[in-house]
Each structure stands twice: as structure tokens, then as C-alpha cells.
């Protein structure tokens, strides 16, 4: 079986389509499956990625056409148009695997994500939430993402003596803002909320200034960009992490990982988070202070127990062996019919 993933961004660029690209690319050839891998993603100054799959990187028509020739299956991360064409002029099987719902902040829908929505009724769609197959005009199979349990793990000999922590890009969509105005509104309270920001992004210096702002910069550690051990240990070292997002999240590995490291975890409601946090996060109503704020005094003033004990069947649902048996038993399924 050969599988060709047509995925416009990838590494070296960092993000949750891009990390579960790779997962299950890398997963899939640990089974055996054959995967060549186009992007649009240059490779700039990095070091090219070898995991056992072929990656090629910003490819002309005929290379393009000529991997596609090559496939079983054509197996698109989000619907492509840029990846599409080959499709249209030598129809093969497709499968479409929805990270996101295609609608905008706003909750609006363009002509261009309209398009691609109709385009993927042609195709099996598979979604990472069952929040964005609900949004999908043909709904399909949901198959969660995984997280990469060898690094993502609690470490009993760290102790967890911080209480908040971030992770993820500083800007405007995941909600930073929000958590720092919290933290102030709890100041005016009496209470000094410590937070740890892990992550980098273009609204960094505009977080920076608001804490000058408000003085609370004796309350924020802003630990710039952590991947690997130094990320796995900075979840060990914390009691809790707040996931603020202010936009529908289709999903939220972020979650799953501190989750993995016996953090329990603050988040916003109503989308894909609620599935991310297995059932046992926190959540408040999204891009409310208010609520955000009494989430944290409840943690801060009663810390919940760490349930990273009591939640091993609910992780191995997650782990990347799991979901490549999904992967593998689907994708045979749609070859062999």
C-alpha cells in the first residue's frame, strides 16, 4: 500500500497539523506502509528530517504528478487546492484528514473555504475532533490526534512546585492577553497567581507591556520557545495548565501532553478542547475573564489531584501506536474496496 500525504506546511514550521502530519507519517512506515510526503514547506537553513518516508519539498507539476502516479492513495492534511489538480484530471482514492472546520475567527465561511468544503464531499473524510466532523457538510470518521507518549510522560522525581503554565504561539488567537488580564484581576483581589509563559510569537512584546503595564511582571516568567525534555520538564515542574484559547480549536495536543505529565489543565469551552482534556480538565467560557479567573482561584486555592495516575486507559487511546492501528486498519479498508 502506498500512500502519498500532500501537506501544504510541515516541518521546520511548528504547529498542530504539522506535529501530527509527521506523527503519523512516521508511525505509518514503523507498519510497513510506504509514504512519500509533498509540501509547500521550504526547508530553509534546517537539516532535512529523516524518519523512513521520502519528503518532497516544494515540487513542480511533473514531480508532483509523477508521486501521484505512483500512489494508492492520495491523502490529503486539509483540502488542498494548490494539491488538488491531479485528482481532478486522474481520479484516485482520497482521503481528507480535517484539522480544522475552514470557518474564519468570526465564524464566517469565504468562497474559497466553501469551495473546499464542496470538494471534500468527493472524497473519505476524517476528522480530528468529533467537533469538526460536525461542521463538515459529509461527515465522516473521527480519529483523534495522538501525542508522543515516549517524550510526554510524568516524571515523579521533578517537583511540581510552580502553579500556572502556558505553552504555545504568542498571538492573539490563543489567548495569552486573556490569561494575563486574569492574572491582574486577581492581583486587584489580593492574590498572586504565578504564571510561567512557554512559547514564542509576534504579540510577545505586546504581552511584556501589558505586564509592565499593570505590574504584574513580578508574576510572569516568559521562558521563550521550549521543545523536548526542556518542554516535558517545565509541565512536571507546574501544577497546572491553562489552555485560553479565544478561537474554535479544532482539537489541543497541548492538552494531551500536559495531561500525560500530571498537570491538570484549565481550558476554554465549546470545541475541540473538551475532547483534547479527556473529560477531566476545567473548562470556563471562552474569552471570559470572569470565568477564566474563578477557574484559576478555584485551582489556586483548592489544587485538584494530579490524575495522572488514574487516567492510563484514557492516554493509550492517544498514543501514536493506537492511532496508527486506526490509520492502518482504515486506509487497508478504502484500498482493498
Not at 492513495?73 to 481520479?91: A, D, E, R, T
Not at 491582574?184 to 509592565?212: M, N, P
Not at 516535558?232 to 500525560?260: C, M, R
Request: glycine fraction near 6%.
Amino acid at each position: 500500500m502506498k500512500i502519498l500525504f500532500f501537506t501544504p506546511s510541515f516541518f521546520p514550521n511548528t504547529g498542530g497539523l504539522e506535529s501530527v502530519a509527521r506523527s503519523i507519517a512516521k508511525s505509518l512506515v514503523n507498519h510497513q506502509v510506504s509514504i512519500q510526503l509533498i509540501t509547500l514547506t521550504p526547508l530553509r537553513e534546517e537539516n532535512e528530517i529523516k524518519e523512513g518516508y521520502e519528503i518532497i519539498r516544494c515540487p513542480n507539476k511533473m514531480t508532483l504528478l509523477k508521486a501521484y502516479f505512483n500512489c494508492d492513495i492520495f491523502f490529503h492534511h486539509n483540502v488542498s487546492l494548490k494539491g488538488i489538480w491531479p485528482l481532478i484530471l486522474f481520479p484516485k482514492k482520497w482521503v481528507v484528514l480535517h484539522h480544522i472546520t475552514y470557518y474564519d475567527f468570526y465564524g464566517h465561511l469565504s468562497l474559497l473555504e466553501r469551495f473546499k468544503r464542496i470538494l471534500s464531499s468527493f472524497g473519505k473524510n476524517v476528522s480530528v475532533s468529533n467537533y469538526v466532523n460536525q461542521t463538515l457538510p459529509k461527515k465522516g470518521l473521527v480519529i483523534h490526534n495522538p501525542y508522543n507518549e515516549e517524550v510526554f510522560r510524568y516524571k515523579p522525581e521533578i517537583k511540581r512546585v510552580k502553579r500556572l503554565l502556558f505553552v504555545g504561539r504568542l498571538v492573539s488567537d490563543k489567548g495569552c492577553m486573556l490569561l494575563l488580564e486574569s492574572i491582574y484581576l486577581l492581583k486587584l483581589k489580593g492574590i498572586d497567581a504565578y504564571l510561567t509563559i512557554v512559547g514564542e510569537g509576534s504579540e510577545k512584546d505586546k504581552l511584556r507591556q501589558f505586564c509592565i503595564a499593570k505590574k504584574i511582571c513580578n508574576l510572569v516568567i516568559f521562558s521563550g520557545l521550549k521543545t523536548g525534555d526542556a518542554l516535558v520538564d517545565e509541565y512536571n515542574k507546574h501544577q497546572t495548565l491553562v489552555i485560553p484559547s479565544i478561537w474554535k480549536e479544532p482539537f489541543g495536543v497541548v492538552a494531551l501532553e500536559g495531561i500525560a505529565c500530571g498537570c491538570n489543565v484549565i481550558a476554554s469551552d465549546g470545541d475541540g478542547l473538551a475532547e483534547a482534556c479527556l473529560g477531566l480538565g476545567h473548562l470556563f467560557k471562552k474569552e471570559d475573564i470572569h470565568s477564566l479567573s474563578d477557574a484559576i482561584l478555584e485551582h489556586h486555592i483548592n489544587t485538584p489531584i494530579n490524575k495522572i495516575i488514574l487516567i492510563p486507559i484514557q492516554l493509550k487511546n492517544h498514543y501514536q501506536n493506537t492511532i496508527a492501528a486506526t490509520w492502518i486498519n482504515y486506509l487497508r479498508t478504502i484500498y482493498e474496496n
